[in-house]
Structures are given as structure tokens and as C-alpha cells.
DNA sequence: TCGGAAAGCGCC
DNA sequence: AAAGGGCGCTTTCCGA
């Protein structure tokens, strides 16, 4: 059963609810402020609820104590339905674009104008689901695609769940850590080791004038220092021999620290013992997730340690280990990479099987193969695994002939790549046309090649977050009205193939469980069942810093 | 004065 | 530590 919900006028809520074949059974109309509670009773029939924007609708329910099971992002699936190669013989693919194209909701900075703004009505979303059914009816994989869109959209959820969770963080261990790593803080001015380094970078110089925060400035102050460097990135420094090299690498490391996640950001985004950035589900083209502030998804190892379980509470931990190697093997059935997969490390795996000497051989390798690496040891290695693995090769190959050309690739579940640009052939291009083009060319194959697999990887890790959320929610926990969530085991945290839950002590263990079981249950989801073991490393910790 | 681009580096 | 893909964020620069 679905429930279709749209807001027709500012302050009403209209839901429609549709049977299983898509017909309309009732309708309702209600202030937006009793939605909730209305939401609460027809939540227990386990409906499919049916809007444009999770971001919409969602927050105000879980702030009423409302959680729900499944939902259909109408807008996120338009966009997968509108792109899909396998849809493209549809009636949607040859619709107008319209509304439901239109970029995801955005809420309104508190005070901005935008606020005073009369809300465009929504469309009417039982036709649009409706509308999106049938495409995938009509497609060429039905069941990728309805897959895929129901893996998004429970994406979309989690998002929003885990906005309103928040990840635990102890602001004063984070305090330390930055007066430990930067120095006493100092008003207006650098922290005290910055400062120092200043100093030393200074000296070493001989420019008093010397700015490390200016990269123009700090180049020509390296080159009149007798530095040949054509800029001051820390990978061309690394390999020069000067006394200014030491304290400026060192202080290229602090200043990022202070300026990404120092003082600043600790009173930006940590309140009450949480932090709560803004998460983007699909925002990739890949699938991957992209974040809107607070910079949830690169968040460094450094202040992973300021992520601290509430008392009485653990951190449950997973990592999914090579995940896209995994991928990789399972896509295109290479049953020699899924022997090498057997082993909980791959990569030890591909060396138990011959196919290199050392791990670290395996790693850049297999990098190389799905990035498209050429050179180094990327490049070395590239024979070695064409040899030992040849089903994998030839996929990411083909992926990669098919940017080449200007053609789409497509993920595992139907994903498709944004169209290239179209070159077009033209006889009285210059070289230098030519020349662009080849190269161009090649960089759209290194990006399709990456796109089957990072893609796929991203489903794999939505089907691993939604069985995962099925089962946490199984597992049970308080039942306090006021925190539907947050009084059981929830998820707090998620960064492309890793997942962290928030746990009461004595369930820790039953989480870890319930971690493998989801990322087993991802694969056969997927893949069905083919031999590859999608390996998950789990540790439950105090905090975030423990694990690996 | 403002906003976009670029540099640089963090994450996977 | 190394290059390939995808990003976000901060600061500085620079042109309109």
C-alpha cells in the first residue's frame, strides 16, 4: 500500500492512498501540524510512504517520534529514471522535463527571505509514481531499476536519520586534541606551535615576510630562496633538501587541522554533545553520497578521537575491506579474484594466489585497474593482473573503451553515466584540437571505468545500510516516545563503505552481528549468489579513534 | 566590493 | 610514499 503525500496549500497536507496495483483507495486532508500523529496510526500497516523530498517531510516526523519503514523519494528516482539508459525507450524518458526534474528541497536559512516565500504547491505524486512505475515496468530490467530506486530511497531516509541521531562528540576531548596538535589557542592570531612554525619557516627563508597561508606569495619566497619549485604543493616539497622543508610540511598539516576542523568548526557544527552535518544522499553522480556542510565525509583521522559513545553506550564500527575489488570480482563473475576474495584481506589473497609478490603490489594494482592507473607501480603491475584475472580486466576495459568513445556506461542496478561531451568529427581540427581530444577522451574513460565500480560499490552499500537499519530496528531497545530513535541501537554515521552504530553496551555484540549478517545479505541482494564474500571488519569501541 | 576560480589537502 | 577515479571545504587571488 502506498501513501502518497503532498502539501496542495501552505499549512494542508493531502494523502492519497493507493493499493498495490496503484489504485486510489482513499483521501485525506489535514493541517500539516497533525500530520504526525496521523502518520503515527497509519505507520503500523506498514505502508510505503510516497513524497518528492525526504527532506521535506521527514525530519518533522521524527521529531514527533515518528519513524517509518520505507518511503519513495520521488524526485531522487526521477532523476535515476530520467538518465537510465535501460528506461530510455519510456514514456518518462520522453516527457518534458518538468517539476519533478527540479533540484532536491532546500530549507531555508533560518531568517532568510526566502522564508516569506509562498511554497510552490507539489505535483500531484500519486501520478508520479505512478508515472515511475511504469518506466520501470517498461524498461529493460525491471528489477535493477526498482532495486535501485528503492535502495536510494531508503538512502534518502537513513539521511535524515542520522541528521537527527547525530554522531556523539565529546567537544572537550576534541578541545584537547587541537591544544595538544596545534598549541594554546590565541586570540585572533595563530595557535602557539603554528606561530612557532611561522617562525622557523621564517628563518629558514630568511624572509621575515614569508606567508605559508599564501600560496603565491609563499612560491615566490621559496624561489628567491634558491627552491626550484613550480608550486608548493606538499608532494613536490616532499623530495627537496632545505631546512624550510620540515617546519613548512609541518605546518601545511596543523594549518589544515585549524582551518578545517579547529576551534571554528567545533562551535559551527557541535551542539549538546552532537555533530549534525548536512548529508546529500545520491548527490554523486556515481551514487555516492556528497555532503552540504560540516564535511561529514572527509572527516580526518585526527579529531576521530573526539568521537566518543555516550556512558553506558558503545560505538559499533564497520569497515567494509576492498570493497570495490569485491565489487569488481562480482560484476563480472571473476571467480580467480573471488578465490583471492575468500580471504577477509584480498589483497593477501591475490598474493596467496600467485598472481604478485607483496600486498602492496596487490593494492596499487588493483587500484590502477579501476582507476586506470598507467604509471608507477600501477603501471608495473597492470600485466600481472590482466594475467591473473583476466573476466575483471576485460569489464573495466570495455567501461573504459566505452568513455573513450562517448558512450554511457551503466551500474550494476542501472545507474547511468551523465552523457560526455559530444566532440563530433570534424576534419580541419588543428593538432592541438586533436591532441585535446585524445586526451579528454582518455580522461572520460578513466572516468567510466570508475564509474561502474564506484557506482556499484555505492548500491552495494545501500542494500548493506537498509538491511542493516531493518535489523537494527528488529533488535529493539527503549521504546521512549520522545526518542524513537536515538533509545535503541541506531546508526550514527556512514562514509561510503563504512558504518558506525550507536549502541546501549549490552547490545554491542548483537549489532557487530547484525553487520556481517546485512553486508552477507547486501551481496546476495546483488549479485545473487555468486562466490564472493563481501568481508566486513567490526569493532566495537569507547570511541571512533579505536577502530583500525 | 563581490563572487567565482584555483590551490591545496582532507576523506573514500 | 607512490597515481589513477569521485568528492567538500577553506583560503587566497583576481577580474568584473
Redesign the pocket.
Known amino acids: 500500500m502506498f501513501l502518497a503525500v503532498s502539501s496542495p496549500a501552505r499549512g494542508i497536507v493531502e494523502v492519497v492512498e493507493l493499493d498495490a496495483r496503484g489504485g486510489e483507495t482513499a483521501r485525506e486532508r489535514m493541517p500539516e501540524a497533525a500530520f504526525p500523529e496521523w502518520a503515527r496510526g497509519r505507520e503500523a500497516d506498514h505502508p510505503r510512504w510516497v513524497w518528492a523530498d525526504t527532506r521535506r517531510w521527514y525530519p518533522a516526523l521524527l521529531d514527533a517520534g515518528v519513524r517509518v519503514e520505507r518511503c519513495v523519494d520521488l524526485r531522487m528516482c526521477r532523476l535515476i529514471l530520467r538518465n537510465a539508459a535501460a528506461a530510455s525507450g519510456t514514456e518518462l524518458a520522453r516527457s518534458p522535463r518538468d517539476r519533478w526534474d527540479a533540484p532536491a528541497h532546500v530549507p531555508a536559512a533560518s531568517g532568510a527571505l526566502f522564508e516569506l516565500e509562498e511554497p510552490e504547491p507539489d505535483d500531484d505524486p500519486a501520478a508520479e509514481l505512478l508515472r515511475q512505475r511504469a518506466a520501470i515496468a517498461d524498461s529493460g530490467t525491471p528489477g535493477r531499476l526498482s532495486l535501485l530506486t528503492a535502495a536510494d530511497s531508503v538512502g534518502a531516509l537513513v539521511a535524515i536519520e542520522l541528521e537527527h541521531a547525530g554522531l556523539p562528540w565529546d567537544a572537550a576531548r576534541h578541545d584537547r586534541i587541537l591544544v595538544e596538535v596545534l598549541g594554546e589557542r590565541m586570540p585572533g592570531g595563530r595557535p602557539a606551535r603554528m606561530e612557532a612554525l611561522v617562525g622557523r619557516i621564517r628563518a629558514a627563508l630568511e624572509d621575515p615576510q614569508a ?1 605559508p ?7 615566490r619566497s621559496l624561489q628567491r630562496a634558491g627552491l626550484r619549485v613550480s ?5 613536490e ?2 623530495g627537496l633538501e632545505h631546512p624550510v622543508i620540515e617546519p613548512l ?1 609541518a605546518y ?2 596543523l594549518a ?2 585549524f ?2 576542523n579547529g576551534w ?2 567545533l562551535d ?1 557544527w557541535v551542539h549538546d554533545g552532537r555533530f549534525r ?2 548529508y ?1 544522499p545520491a ?4 551514487g ?1 553520497w ?13 579529531v576521530r578521537g573526539a568521537v566518543v559513545a555516550d556512558p553506558g553506550w558503545k560505538l559499533v564500527v564497520a ?1 567494509a575491506a576492498q ?1 570495490e575489488p569485491r565489487v569488481l570480482a562480482a560484476m563480472s563473475r571473476d571467480a580467480a579474484m573471488a578465490r583471492a576474495g575468500r580471504a577477509h584481506d584480498l589483497y593477501q589473497g591475490m598474493v596467496d594466489a600467485g598472481a604478485v609478490e607483496t600486498r ?2 596487490a ?2 594494482g588493483m ?2 585497474a ?9 603501471g608495473r603491475m597492470r600485466p600481472r593482473i590482466e594475467r591473473a584475472f583476466p573476466r575483471a580486466m576485460a569489464f573495466v576495459e570495455a567501461a573504459a573503451r566505452a568513455g573513450e568513445a562517448g558512450e554511457q556506461v551503466s551500474t550494476w542496478l542501472g545507474r547511468t553515466s551523465p552523457r560526455g561531451r559530444d566532440a563530433g568529427y570534424d576534419e580541419t581540427r588543428s593538432d592541438d584540437e586533436r591532441a585535446r581530444e585524445l586526451r579528454d577522451g582518455r ?1 572520460r574513460g ?2 567510466t ?3 561502474v565500480v ?1 557506482g556499484t560499490a555505492a548500491e552495494w552499500a545501500l542494500c548493506w545500510m537498509g538491511a542493516l537499519r531493518r535489523m537494527l530496528w528488529q533488535l529493539g531497545g527503549g521504546d521512549a516516545a520522545d526518542a524513537v530513535l536515538t533509545a535503541r541501537p541506531h546508526l550514527v554515521f556512514f ?4 558504518l558506525i552504530v550507536h549502541a546501549p553496551a549490552g547490545l554491542a555484540d548483537a549489532v557487530a552481528e547484525a553487520m556481517r549478517a546485512s553486508a552477507a545479505e547486501a551481496g546476495r541482494i546483488l549479485f545473487g549468489e555468486v562466490p564472493v564474500d563481501f568481508a566486513v571488519t567490526v569493532a566495537v569501541v569507547d570511541s571512533y579513534a579505536e577502530a583500525k
Open positions: 606567508n597561508d599564501s600560496p603565491p606569495t609563499l612560491l608550486s608548493t604543493s606538499r608532494w616539497l616532499a610540511l601545511k598539516k589544515r587541522l582551518t578545517a571554528a568548526w559551527e552535518p548536512v546529500v548527490g554523486v553522480v556515481t555516492r556528497a555532503s552540504d556542510g560540516g564535511g561529514a565525509l572527509q572527516l580526518p583521522r585526527q569497515d570493497l602492496s603490489q593494492k596499487y587500484l590502477g579501476i582507476y586506470g592507473g598507467t604509471t608507477g607501480e600501477a580522461a578513466r572516468f571505468r570508475n564509474f564506484q562514509l561510503h563503505d563504512e
